[in-house]
């Protein structure tokens, strides 16, 4: 009896042993990969292009200068004698600029270093947030508990990603979207774990550095996720109070009056004009299509991005489970890539968890052709198809300048797929789209066959949504 008793506890000591050692492998080879994509870009590239504009926005922000000013940082590049390069205006919320303003008392050279470290990190606890968001939502399947804790395809697929979603080009760009998508995964799995409050707050320091992730925020509207509205809610508003004392209270008054001049098919001061050809979001789609109409643009836009999202929502379903909400984050993460004015190749790399689901089911279903389309699409959206139209002599058609867009949108349309046939599936079986309401669902015990699955005394048993994964 002894013996038992101990075995019984030995057995999530050893589970929790195995499980610790995947994330450990999932963070140890993603963040292997990424430094791989960095050492060649730190070693002959001293400031890359993107960190020099969040450089220089930094520096104006310790001085107390308007960092929403493209001449005021124009003339800290020509102060610091930066490399030669273009010097972009700052587009992202004052927060960003005014938190990481400690960065500019470094020499160009050795920030740039210290924020591709960053990214490297960032992109590695992405990846393990994401395989954890995961192997959460997996648990409610018959066999999960004999499974491995993170299966040896779900790590492989994280090294394929980091290749097809390009992470080199934000690397070498000096781009922020590794930290953003860090906080992205950190909601995501927090809001799986039913961590509702934590989750809202996770999202609101990804919209205070970029705006669009806010709109993941919808599924939670519909669903009465009342805690995790709570907690954005809460996060933003400690944002703007924590970026006082530093100084951005004239910044937020700035940039809330340069906001809706940051819209759908404006011309943003010292940026590319919005219908440039290496634009491809809506906006940019628009704007080559319809001349430069901005009025035009601006309708168009916003009503595509409106049938984007009812239509992944409406796909989707308002039940509250960890499953559903994987399901249809693949298309949701393309609208939200596509629904920003400017949209360029390495933003491509916000659909790495949605991306890393969808492989991995299709991997466990052994839809082998599934994948090759999934890694195909991903790898086709991250190319730089505008150096291409510049080798055709003649001008080509404004609808034939935008095949990052159509791959985006055939991402969009392989999501819908997915999320449709799963719920088909799931639809076959007696009782497994029990209706749930609000954000109860996280919280209400496992009824009948669902139920019965489940050992005595697990404690995810009482959290498990009333259906049955395929």
């Given at each position: 009896?002894a013996?038992?008793?101990?075995?019984?506890?030995?057995?999530?000591?050893?589970?929790?042993?195995?499980?610790?050692?995947?994330?450990l492998?999932?963070?140890?080879?993603?963040?292997?990969?990424?430094?791989?994509?960095v050492?060649d870009?730190?070693?002959?590239?001293?400031?890359?292009?993107?960190?020099?504009?969040?450089?220089?926005a930094?520096?104006a922000?310790?001085?107390?200068?308007?960092?929403?000013d493209?001449?005021?940082?124009?003339a800290?590049?020509s102060?610091?004698?930066?490399?030669d390069?273009?010097?972009?205006?700052?587009?992202?919320?004052?927060?960003?600029?005014?938190?990481?303003?400690w960065?500019?008392?470094?020499?160009?050279?050795?920030?740039?270093?210290?924020?591709?470290s960053?990214?490297v990190?960032?992109?590695?606890v992405?990846?393990?947030?994401?395989?954890?968001?995961?192997r959460?939502?997996?648990?409610g399947?018959?066999?999960a508990?004999?499974?491995?804790?993170?299966?040896?395809?779900?790590?492989?697929?994280?090294a394929?990603?980091?290749?097809?979603l390009?992470?080199?080009?934000?690397?070498?760009?000096g781009?922020?979207?590794?930290?953003v998508?860090?906080?992205?995964?950190?909601?995501?799995?927090?809001?799986?774990?039913?961590k509702?409050a934590l989750?809202?707050?996770?999202l609101?320091?990804?919209?205070g550095?970029?705006i669009?992730?806010?709109?993941l925020?919808?599924?939670?509207?519909?669903?009465?996720?009342?805690?995790?509205?709570?907690?954005l809610?809460?996060g933003?508003?400690?944002?703007?109070?924590?970026?006082?004392?530093?100084?951005?209270?004239?910044?937020?008054?700035?940039f809330?009056?340069?906001?809706?001049?940051?819209?759908h098919?404006?011309?943003i001061?010292?940026?590319?004009n919005?219908?440039?050809?290496?634009?491809?979001?809506?906006?940019?789609?628009?704007?080559?299509?319809?001349?430069?109409?901005t009025?035009?643009v601006?309708?168009?836009?916003v009503?595509?991005?409106?049938?984007?999202?009812?239509?992944?929502?409406?796909l989707?379903?308002?039940?509250?489970?960890?499953?559903?909400?994987?399901?249809r984050?693949?298309?949701l993460?393309?609208?939200?890539v596509?629904?920003?004015?400017?949209?360029?190749?390495?933003?491509?790399l916000?659909?790495f968890?949605?991306?890393?689901?969808a492989?991995?089911?299709a991997?466990?279903?052994?839809?082998?052709?599934?994948?090759?389309?999934?890694?195909?699409?991903?790898?086709l959206?991250?190319?730089?198809?505008?150096?291409?139209?510049?080798r055709?002599?003649?001008?080509?058609p404004?609808?034939?300048?935008?095949?990052?867009?159509?791959?985006?949108?055939?991402?969009?349309?392989?999501?819908?797929?997915?999320?449709w046939?799963?719920r088909?599936?799931?639809g076959?079986?007696?009782?497994?789209?029990?209706p749930?309401?609000g954000?109860?669902?996280?919280?209400r015990?496992?009824?009948?066959?669902?139920?019965?699955?489940?050992?005595?005394?697990e404690?995810?048993?009482?959290?498990r949504?009333?259906?049955?994964e395929?």
């Open positions: 009896m013996r038992v008793v101990a075995a019984m506890r030995a057995a999530p000591r050893a589970r929790f042993s195995n499980e610790l050692l995947g994330y492998s999932v963070f140890t080879i993603s963040t292997g990969a990424a430094l791989l994509c050492l870009i730190v070693l002959k590239q001293p400031v890359a292009v993107d960190f020099r504009s969040f450089y220089t930094f520096l922000a310790g001085r107390g200068l308007d960092v929403y493209v001449e005021v940082l124009e800290i590049a102060e610091l004698r930066l490399p390069g273009p010097t972009f205006p700052y587009l992202y919320p004052p927060f960003f600029a005014y938190a990481f303003q960065l500019a008392r470094l020499r160009p050279e050795v920030a740039q270093a210290v924020w591709s960053a990214a990190v960032s992109f590695g992405a990846a393990t947030l994401a395989v954890a968001a995961i959460r939502a997996s648990r399947s018959p066999g508990d004999r499974a491995p804790a993170v299966p040896a395809a779900l790590i492989a697929h994280v394929l990603l980091a290749w097809a390009n992470l080199r080009h934000n690397l070498a760009m781009q922020v979207n590794p930290l998508l860090a906080f992205l995964c950190a909601a995501l799995a927090l809001s799986l774990s039913g509702d989750a809202g707050l996770a609101a320091v990804a919209a550095i970029k669009t992730p806010v709109l925020a919808i599924p939670w509207v519909l669903e009465r996720r009342r805690r995790a509205l709570a907690g809610a809460a933003l508003g400690a944002l703007v109070l924590v970026s006082l004392p530093l100084g951005a209270a004239p910044a937020w008054i700035e809330s009056r340069r906001l809706p001049r940051m819209s098919g404006d011309t001061p010292g940026l590319f919005p219908g440039t050809t290496p634009n491809f979001s809506l906006a940019g789609f628009y704007t080559r299509l319809f001349a430069s109409n009025a035009a601006k309708v168009a836009s009503i595509t991005v409106l049938l984007l999202l009812g239509g992944a929502l409406a989707g379903g308002r039940a509250a489970s960890p499953s559903c909400s994987l399901r984050l693949l298309p993460l393309v609208t939200m596509v629904a920003s004015p400017f949209t360029y190749v390495h933003h491509a916000y659909v968890p949605a991306a890393l689901f492989l991995g089911r991997t466990e279903q052994e839809r082998r052709a599934e994948v090759g389309v999934i890694l195909g699409l991903l790898s959206a991250t190319i730089d198809f505008p150096y291409v139209y510049e055709f002599k003649a001008p080509l404004p609808l034939l300048l935008s095949v990052n867009l159509y791959v985006l949108l055939a991402l969009y349309a392989l999501g819908m797929r997915m999320l046939r799963e088909r599936e799931a076959a079986v007696p009782g497994a789209l029990a749930a309401r954000g109860e669902a996280h919280d015990p496992a009824h009948g066959a669902a139920a019965q699955r489940s050992a005595p005394g404690e995810r048993a009482a959290r949504p009333a259906h049955v395929r």
